[in-house]
């Protein structure tokens, strides 16, 4: 895969329709450009891109991945759970995909995807809109608690 400075509406609308079309397969999907590895960061000296340190450990959790997210994103795949969770998704465009699934997409995926990182103020401001729906460090240690690691 060739990196590239930003990736245009053409792009980001295909990648969108990719995820469209997974998302009965799916329990989540989500689209955002990342500069740095997404994926175990810490082998690499890199920060995590999401709000917590516990990443990993999400992902051993199917309890927590069933009504949480990792971090906000500019195009997700949420199921009716997420959906109760969020504070505030009226500015997002929605589209029901059937089976329980919901393409969620912020207005402003040129601020997403146009560098390599989201805009910082735009990433807040998604954060605050998803609320309770994005898992935090608490959550994660209660679930380690509730069923060990």
């Not at 999401?50 to 795949?77: E, F, M």
Request: proline residues 8%.
């Amino acid at each position: 895969m060739v990196a590239r400075d930003r990736l245009g509406t053409a792009e980001v609308e295909a990648l969108t329709a990719v995820v469209r079309a997974l998302a009965p397969e799916t329990d989540l999907a989500y689209m955002r450009r990342a500069a740095r590895a997404p994926v175990f960061p810490y082998a690499h000296g890199i920060p995590p891109l999401t709000p917590h340190d516990n990443d990993t450990l999400y992902w051993k959790r199917p309890s927590l991945r069933s009504g949480k997210v990792l971090d906000a994103y500019g195009v997700q795949v949420l199921t009716d759970e997420h959906l109760q969770r969020a504070t505030d998704l009226s500015r997002w465009r929605s589209e029901s995909l059937g089976d329980d699934r919901h393409l969620i997409a912020h207005p402003q995926l040129d601020r997403w995807f146009a560098a390599p990182e989201p805009d910082p103020d735009l990433l807040q401001r998604a954060r605050a809109d998803l609320g309770p729906l994005i898992v935090t460090d608490d959550d994660i240690l209660q679930a380690i608690r509730t069923r060990g690691v």
